[in-house]
């Protein structure tokens, strides 16, 4: 028997808009802020040898983005020259970002995966390395549409919501 070996991209788009997982702990103020985004150290630290363009969209808190900031990510990802497309975002927003580019018909034909992190990356014990490998891999094997990816589950972004008291994504 022979594995399933589907027709993977030449490259992946790794958009950044912020959120948690790229946040970190800042000693004299003693708040998490925005350094310059930590995925290329992400990236290193996972010996990711998958080609990958990363551009940075935006550093904000989700609880902070608007709809300009949605339009924002919406052209973006229209813009993309690539077909894979995977935004590190924050989850408490997550949901309604994803399901702007629903609406978007010239996002058809491209995969576009959201992911995040319940706990900043450089804080350690962080979701944000699982998250950004899962999210990774269901772009290259998942069907044309919008996803969110979060702790090994991958979602339609219309048939998902985060539980806010549980701490975790669930189908709705």
């Known amino acids: ?15 950044i808009t912020g959120g948690t997982l790229d946040k970190d702990y800042d000693a004299v103020s003693g708040e998490l802020v925005f350094p310059p985004s930590h995925l290329d150290g992400l990236l290193a630290q996972a010996r990711c040898t998958l080609p990958i363009e990363l551009d940075v969209l935006m550093q904000k808190d989700s609880l902070h983005m608007d709809d300009a900031d949605r339009a924002v990510i919406n052209q973006a990802c229209q813009d993309s020259r690539h077909s894979h497309i995977v935004i590190t975002h924050g989850t408490d927003t997550m949901v309604q970002s994803a399901q702007v580019l629903l609406g978007n018909p010239n996002l058809k034909d491209k995969t576009i995966v959201f992911t995040g992190a319940m706990r900043p990356f450089k804080l350690g014990e962080s979701d944000a390395s699982f ?3 899962a999210a990774l891999m269901a772009v290259q ?27 975790l994504f669930e189908a709705v």
């Open 131 to 133: 998250n950004v490998g």
């Open 1 to 15: 028997m022979s594995a399933f070996v589907p027709q993977l991209p030449r490259e992946i788009q790794l958009f």
């Open 141 to 167: 094997l998942a069907k044309p549409g919008v996803y969110l990816c979060m702790n090994g589950r991958l979602f339609a972004a219309d048939q998902v919501q985060k539980n806010r008291l549980a701490g």
